[in-house]
């Protein structure tokens, strides 16, 4: 529930592309290993196979040859029972004459008799011809011939199936038969991959916990004279894409040293045992290479807990994980090893693996506030062409809960804008058409909307706005669109925040909710009946809203109780009640109350301004997109307030800032009028755009000038709290892409409940 507001945690703002994992170093020296032993191995089954068929030979040999004295040779010529006899140097050979009756034994093989050879050969010939049997010298059979015979019929088929297996071991990815269990780590010396902690914006505190390791890591002696000792491992913990990888890399960077780079589903194969003996192998060669760095990313692949709630008992996992457990112990810090782990899931971790002495630091990488942001697109924009128009700090402002990767793609879309044009340099239009593009998709052009639909998406976008236009505690509209997008939405709000915040009054969440119904609320006053493009608003707004109940200790049925606690705070702020089955509907209860109100509120405000309404809603259909400062023209024209704007509110009233876009989907089925071809399904409705976290407060006035400004500085999100304290569950609605999304809470301070969508920057002069 709550939790899935926040889009950037919904995993859309995983990793951009660029390559972040390991590096693939060379393959080290262990690949000659595995070839020397095969070569061995080749040659004593060689060996072992000749031995055994010269031994079966002689066996078969025994059997037809039989020695007899020299005087029974005579015997047999003498009486002429010999039919053939032959010789070498030193031995005489005879066959007997057939008998012609078939035995039994007939298949026997001939019988050859031999005895040593006592005369000359001319006297043996002499003597053989007196008796007239047949007689060759040395003719005797000679062994090369039955050697070769031997190599074609059994070695050879052996080589053969030799190269099969390892063809298919090779397949199977073990490097041969015998390079199962080999540690797959790559050793690439830092200055290969050139990144340092120059490379990585934002995360400053991170960075300076990792500096001291590198210290460490450069002179060891001066820790060992003290007594102190390096930190055995650092657990670098935090949600996707926000930087962990590259930090890792950038402590091997800076400490020139030797950088194993592993993910935890490598040491995990089909045969049990063979990651323990992975990680043995892996522990063995960085002790040769010390000092180095071992990182293992994804760590919760091995590093899970063994108790079953996790789906813990998997055998093979378990042996790699007590390995692992015994290799921290084993080895000696004083060598300079120092183990990385990265993870997104550290509430599933062993405890074991957690203790001081194996990972006994843990190093918070958390998803970046306003300045960070600001930072990391410096870095990411170092290398393309920008020109003057180009605000960083706007784009950051309206990124609240974007991290590092989400930045660093939205760059790259920019310049791919720009080059799509045929600039050649990137503007600040082509950045904030990239961050809607992360956030909502890109625009559907060719999706066609009958003009009963267009019409209804309309009054539906001019309802949120207007809701956060007459609201005090919304945050300003930046832009309202009817043009479809491909994550889903029909059309949507975009707020910008003024200012990033990290905590939400219940004043403003209040708003918020009002503003995520005021779509559906605009349907029903103008058309009497409602479409199903409101799913989103409603899923936003009940979690929202359930949050106040369960968790943020705003509803005064249940005053501060914690009903819900959050499971996985850097993924998907997945929550868990805990509470009776009998409270939990109660919690239900509360929640269609909450929301009940929160409705007749927003049919109410816009009741009252059904005219600006229309006069809204007509220029949007004609123009299809307006910015913040359009609508706010009309608005004021409409209500007959002064056009000039307004002045800054002081810092007090700060506006989470939300956006709320609401995508209409509508399938057609429900509800929805089916008018349009469009197709339009559900989906729209809720293209989730990640949301960014809030921040702090810096700010506010520049962000009024950008609103002026506003190329049309869009931007939707809306704060929430940043840290993660937010819940998520107020995440706006994702449909719209402006969602506001919660940051994961982590800290209880914090928690609050996140941006809220509309907030019309202009209602602070003329609050309704
Ligand atoms: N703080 C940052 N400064 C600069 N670039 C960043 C930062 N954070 C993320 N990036 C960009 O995002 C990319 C992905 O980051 P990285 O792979 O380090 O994320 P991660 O935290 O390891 O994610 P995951 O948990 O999904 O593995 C980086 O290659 C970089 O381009
Ligand atoms: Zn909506």
């Not at 522990?283 to 709630?309: V, Y």
């Not at 990972?359 to 062409?385: M, N, Q, S, T, Y």
């Not at 209409?664 to 339009?680: F, I, K, L, V």
């Not at 840290?723 to 301070?749: G, L, V, Y």
């Given at each position: 529930m709550?939790?899935?507001?926040?889009?950037?945690n919904?995993?859309?703002?995983?990793?951009?592309?660029?390559?972040s994992?390991?590096?693939?170093?060379?393959?080290?020296?262990?690949?000659?290993?595995?070839?020397?032993?095969?070569?061995?191995?080749?040659?004593?089954?060689?060996?072992?196979?000749?031995?055994s068929?010269?031994?079966?030979?002689r066996?078969?040999?025994?059997?037809t040859?039989?020695?007899?004295t020299?005087?029974?040779?005579?015997?047999?010529?003498?009486?002429?029972?010999a039919?053939?006899?032959?010789?070498?140097?030193?031995?005489i050979?005879?066959?007997?004459?057939?008998?012609?009756?078939?035995?039994?034994?007939s298949?026997?093989?001939e019988?050859?008799?031999?005895?040593?050879?006592?005369?000359s050969?001319?006297?043996?010939?002499?003597?053989?011809?007196?008796?007239?049997?047949?007689?060759?010298?040395?003719?005797?059979?000679?062994?090369?011939?039955?050697?070769?015979?031997?190599?074609?019929?059994?070695?050879?088929?052996?080589?053969?199936?030799?190269?099969?297996?390892?063809?298919l071991?090779?397949?199977?990815?073990?490097?041969?038969?015998?390079?199962?269990?080999k540690?797959?780590?790559?050793?690439?010396?830092?200055?290969?991959?050139g990144?340092?902690?120059?490379?990585?914006a934002g995360?400053?505190?991170?960075k300076?916990?990792l500096?001291?390791?590198?210290?460490?890591?450069?002179?060891?002696?001066r820790?060992?004279?003290?007594?102190?000792?390096?930190?055995?491992?650092?657990?670098?913990?935090?949600p996707?894409?926000?930087?962990?990888?590259?930090l890792?890399?950038?402590?091997?960077?800076?400490?020139?040293?030797?950088f194993?780079?592993?993910?935890?589903?490598?040491?995990?194969?089909?045969y049990?045992?063979v990651?323990a003996?992975r990680v043995?192998?892996l522990f063995?060669?960085?002790?040769?290479n010390?000092?180095?760095?071992?990182?293992?990313?994804?760590i919760?692949?091995?590093?899970?807990?063994?108790d079953?709630?996790y789906?813990?008992?998997?055998?093979?996992r378990?042996?790699?994980?007590?390995?692992?457990?015994?290799?921290?112990?084993?080895?000696?810090?004083?060598?300079?090893?120092?183990?990385?782990?990265?993870t997104?899931?550290?509430?599933?971790?062993?405890k074991?693996?957690?203790?001081?002495?194996?990972?006994?630091?843990?190093?918070?990488?958390?998803?970046?506030?306003?300045?960070?942001?600001?930072?990391?697109?410096?870095?990411?924009?170092k290398?393309?062409?920008?020109?003057?128009?180009?605000?960083?700090?706007?784009?950051?402002?309206?990124t609240?809960?974007a991290?590092?990767?989400?930045l660093?793609?939205?760059?790259?879309e920019a310049?791919?804008?720009?080059?799509?044009?045929g600039?050649?340099?990137?503007?600040?239009?082509?950045?904030?058409?990239?961050?809607?593009?992360?956030?909502?998709?890109?625009?559907?052009k060719?999706?066609?909307?009958?003009?009963?639909?267009?019409?209804?998406?309309?009054?539906?976008?001019?309802?949120?706005?207007?809701?956060?236009?007459?609201?005090?505690?919304?945050?300003?509209?930046?832009?309202?669109?009817?043009?479809?997008?491909?994550?889903?939405?029909?059309?949507?709000?975009?707020h910008?925040?003024?200012?990033?915040?990290?905590l939400n009054?219940?004043?403003?969440?209040?708003?918020?909710?009002v503003?995520?119904?005021g779509g559906?609320?605009?349907?029903?006053?103008?058309?009497?009946t409602?479409?199903?493009?409101a799913?989103?608003?409603?899923?936003?707004?009940?979690?929202?809203?359930?949050s106040?109940?369960t968790?943020?200790?705003?509803?005064?049925k249940?005053?501060?109780?914690?009903?819900?606690?959050?499971?996985?705070?850097?993924?998907?702020?997945?929550?868990v009640?805990?509470?009776?089955?009998?409270?939990?509907?109660?919690?239900?209860?509360?929640?269609?109350?909450?929301?009940?109100?929160?409705y007749?509120e927003?049919?109410?405000?816009?009741?009252?301004?059904?005219e600006?309404?229309?006069?809204?809603a007509?220029?949007?259909?004609?123009?299809?997109?307006?910015?913040?400062?359009?609508?706010?023209?009309i608005?004021?024209?409409?209500?007959?307030?002064p056009?000039?704007?307004?002045?800054?509110?002081?810092?007090?009233?700060?506006?989470?800032?939300?956006?709320?876009?609401?995508?209409?989907?509508?399938?057609?089925?429900?509800?929805?009028?089916?008018?349009?071809?469009?197709?339009?399904?559900?989906?729209?409705?809720e293209?989730?755009?990640?949301?960014?976290?809030?921040k702090?407060?810096?700010?506010?006035?520049?962000?009024?000038?950008?609103?002026?400004?506003?190329?049309?500085?869009?931007?939707?999100?809306?704060?929430?709290?940043?840290q993660?304290p937010?819940?998520?569950?107020?995440?706006?609605?994702?449909?719209?892409?402006d969602?506001?999304?919660?940051?994961?809470?982590p800290k209880?301070?914090?928690?609050g409940?996140?941006?809220?969508?509309?907030?019309?920057?202009?209602?602070?002069?003329e609050?309704?």
């Amino acid at each position: 529930m709550d939790n899935n507001m926040n889009p950037f945690n919904g995993g859309n703002g995983n990793g951009s592309g660029n390559g972040s994992q390991g590096p693939n170093g060379s393959g080290g020296s262990e690949q000659n290993n595995p070839r020397r032993t095969s070569l061995i191995l080749l040659a004593i089954a060689a060996i072992v196979t000749l031995i055994s068929m010269s031994l079966f030979m002689r066996m078969i040999n025994n059997a037809t040859n039989q020695e007899i004295t020299y005087g029974k040779f005579q015997e047999l010529v003498e009486d002429g029972k010999a039919a053939e006899v032959t010789w070498d140097d030193d031995t005489i050979y005879l066959k007997l004459q057939q008998t012609n009756q078939k035995t039994l034994f007939s298949a026997m093989p001939e019988v050859t008799y031999y005895t040593g050879k006592a005369q000359s050969d001319d006297a043996l010939t002499a003597y053989l011809k007196e008796y007239k049997v047949a007689s060759y010298g040395k003719d005797v059979p000679d062994s090369s011939g039955l050697i070769l015979t031997m190599i074609l019929t059994y070695v050879l088929p052996i080589v053969v199936m030799w190269l099969l297996l390892s063809l298919l071991f090779r397949r199977m990815g073990g490097g041969g038969p015998m390079g199962v269990g080999k540690s797959n780590a790559k050793v690439y010396v830092q200055k290969e991959t050139g990144i340092t902690f120059k490379d990585v914006a934002g995360e400053d505190e991170a960075k300076e916990s990792l500096q001291e390791v590198v210290d460490f890591l450069h002179n060891p002696q001066r820790y060992v004279k003290i007594g102190a000792k390096l930190p055995k491992g650092a657990l670098l913990v935090g949600p996707p894409g926000t930087g962990k990888t590259l930090l890792a890399k950038a402590v091997a960077g800076e400490a020139k040293v030797p950088f194993f780079s592993l993910t935890g589903s490598d040491f995990i194969e089909l045969y049990v045992g063979v990651g323990a003996s992975r990680v043995r192998d892996l522990f063995k060669e960085a002790t040769k290479n010390a000092p180095c760095i071992i990182f293992i990313d994804e760590i919760d692949a091995i590093g899970r807990s063994r108790d079953s709630k996790y789906g813990g008992g998997n055998e093979e996992r378990e042996q790699t994980l007590n390995q692992l457990l015994s290799e921290m112990d084993g080895f000696d810090t004083s060598k300079g090893i120092l183990v990385l782990g990265a993870t997104n899931r550290p509430e599933i971790l062993d405890k074991a693996l957690l203790r001081p002495g194996r990972f006994d630091r843990r190093i918070i990488v958390d998803k970046p506030d306003l300045k960070g942001r600001v930072e990391i697109l410096k870095v990411h924009a170092k290398d393309v062409k920008m020109d003057e128009t180009v605000d960083f700090d706007a784009i950051a402002l309206a990124t609240s809960g974007a991290v590092g990767s989400d930045l660093a793609n939205m760059i790259n879309e920019a310049a791919i804008n720009a080059v799509k044009e045929g600039r050649e340099y990137v503007c600040q239009k082509d950045l904030f058409e990239a961050v809607e593009q992360v956030l909502v998709g890109k625009e559907k052009k060719d999706r066609i909307m009958s003009a009963q639909e267009r019409k209804i998406v309309s009054y539906h976008e001019v309802g949120h706005a207007l809701i956060a236009a007459l609201q005090k505690n919304s945050e300003p509209v930046q832009k309202i669109t009817i043009v479809p997008r491909t994550m889903g939405a029909l059309g949507y709000v975009m707020h910008v925040p003024e200012e990033e915040k990290y905590l939400n009054t219940e004043a403003e969440i209040h708003d918020m909710l009002v503003g995520y119904l005021g779509g559906r609320a605009a349907e029903e006053i103008v058309f009497d009946t409602v479409t199903t493009g409101a799913s989103n608003d409603i899923e936003q707004a009940t979690g929202l809203a359930r949050s106040m109940v369960t968790r943020f200790g705003m509803s005064k049925k249940f005053g501060l109780i914690g009903l819900e606690s959050v499971e996985s705070q850097y993924l998907d702020g997945r929550t868990v009640l805990n509470c009776s089955d009998a409270t939990a509907a109660e919690i239900d209860q509360e929640v269609m109350r909450i929301l009940k109100e929160c409705y007749q509120e927003a049919l109410e405000l816009l009741s009252a301004n059904r005219e600006v309404m229309d006069q809204l809603a007509a220029h949007l259909i004609e123009k299809e997109t307006i910015t913040g400062k359009e609508f706010m023209q009309i608005y004021r024209q409409a209500k007959g307030l002064p056009q000039e704007e307004p002045e800054q509110t002081d810092g007090v009233q700060m506006k989470a800032a939300e956006q709320t876009a609401d995508a209409e989907n509508p399938s057609q089925s429900d509800s929805g009028n089916s008018y349009g071809t469009a197709p339009a399904s559900g989906t729209d409705t809720e293209a989730q755009p990640q949301s960014f976290t809030p921040k702090p407060w810096e700010e506010f006035a520049r962000q009024q000038q950008e609103r002026e400004d506003s190329f049309f500085s869009g931007d939707a999100q809306q704060p929430g709290d940043t840290q993660q304290p937010a819940d998520p569950s107020d995440a706006e609605q994702s449909q719209e892409q402006d969602k506001p999304w919660i940051p994961p809470t982590p800290k209880p301070e914090n928690k609050g409940p996140v941006g809220r969508f509309s907030g019309a920057s202009l209602p602070d002069d003329e609050k309704k």
